[in-house]
Structure formats: structure tokens, C-alpha cells
């Protein structure tokens, strides 16, 4: 099992920026990918950006926040972190924000965490 903890969201004016926070831990040692996905109120839920553990090179980002927001890891030793900045806030980026895992064995994202709203106002 995996625990996933966010924070970092908030309320901020369009053009802002925050920076999401997460922290996985317990058998964090057969994940192979974590991402960042979001859902708005009548919105199906998307991904925004996610990022293989063990390969450097492997961010990839929806098209709505390409150039505006990055994805990072930071590998510990008992535990995973994964970081989302977000720049140049728009109001349609207003969601809340969840934190997600995939084991290596898995074809999707199969652990989650309660999510964190960002809203962003004009």
C-alpha cells in the first residue's frame, strides 16, 4: 500500500503561482510513475502532468499547461515526493488537485490521494 498526501493549494489571483506538494509513502519502492491529475466541477478528471521515478527525462504535461507548469521528484529514502509548480494561473485552471501513483505492475494510476483545491480568480 501507498499513502499520498498533498498540500500546497490555494487561492490566488490569475497570473500567480503555487506549488503543489506530495508525499508518498509505505511501499513506495515498486512505483514506477507519479503524476498529478485535476478535476473542475462538472469536469471529467484529466491528467496534468506526470513523471517516471526512475528516468530523468520523462515529464509529460496536458496541453493546457505546457510551458506554464513543471513536475518534480524528489527520491528519499522511506519516501517519494512529488512536486507541481504552477505559474501563470488562469481561472480555467481552478480544480482540485490530486496526487496520483502507479505501481509497476500496473497499466494506470491505482493509488490517490484526497486532493487539494486550487482556485484561481480574474
Known amino acids: 500500500e501507498v499513502q499520498l498526501v498533498e498540500s500546497g493549494g490555494g487561492s490566488v489571483q490569475a497570473g500567480g503561482s503555487l506549488r503543489l506538494s506530495c508525499v508518498a509513502s509505505?511501499?513506495?519502492?515498486?512505483?514506477?510513475?507519479m503524476g498529478w491529475f485535476r478535476q473542475a466541477p462538472g469536469k471529467e478528471r484529466e491528467r496534468v502532468a506526470s513523471i517516471d521515478i526512475g528516468d530523468d527525462n520523462s515529464p509529460t504535461y496536458a496541453d493546457s499547461v505546457k510551458g506554464r507548469f513543471a513536475i518534480s521528484k524528489e527520491i528519499a529514502r522511506n519516501t517519494l515526493n512529488v512536486f507541481l509548480r504552477m505559474d501563470s494561473l488562469k481561472p480555467e485552471d481552478t480544480a482540485t488537485y490530486y496526487c496520483a501513483a502507479r505501481r509497476c505492475s500496473a497499466v494506470t494510476f491505482d493509488y490517490w490521494g484526497q486532493g487539494t483545491q486550487v482556485t484561481v480568480s480574474s
Open positions: 509505505g511501499s513506495t519502492w515498486n512505483q514506477c510513475s
